[in-house]
Nanobody, 124 residues
């Protein structure tokens, strides 16, 4: 089993930056596709960014050019660098893992493991 723990959320002004971390334990995630999702109040959880086991990245149109996903397999950690934040980026951000050399999925149903989430609030 893999446990995922997100950190790095907080309150930031519009235009600011935050870096989220997702630390994995229990098993190496070096062969996992990893994703970041977010859920705003009253809305469904949506895909934000994903990174394959080989390092290929995918982004939603709403964050492309502003967010960067990366991974450090030596630290068993995935990151989401968020720049030029907007109030509409306010949400709980979740890290997710998809096991064993599978491709990135933009669907919540495609992931086996989830973290508990970290709140990101962007003030205008």
């Amino acid at each position: 089993q893999v446990q995922l723990v997100e950190s790095g959320g907080g309150l930031v002004q519009a235009g600011g930056s935050l870096r989220l971390s997702c630390a994995a334990s229990g098993r190496t995630i070096s062969t996992y596709a990893m994703g970041w999702f977010r859920q705003a109040p009253g809305k469904e959880r949506e895909f934000v960014a994903g990174i394959s086991w080989s390092g290929g990245t995918t982004y939603s149109d709403s964050v492309k050019g502003r967010f960067t996903i990366s991974r450090d397999n030596a630290r068993n950690t995935v990151y989401l660098q968020m720049n030029s934040l907007k109030p509409e980026d306010t949400a709980i951000y979740y890290c997710a893992g998809r096991s064993a050399f599978r491709t990135v999925s933009d669907s919540t149903a495609g992931y086996n493991y989830w973290g508990q989430g970290t709140q990101v609030t962007v003030s205008s």
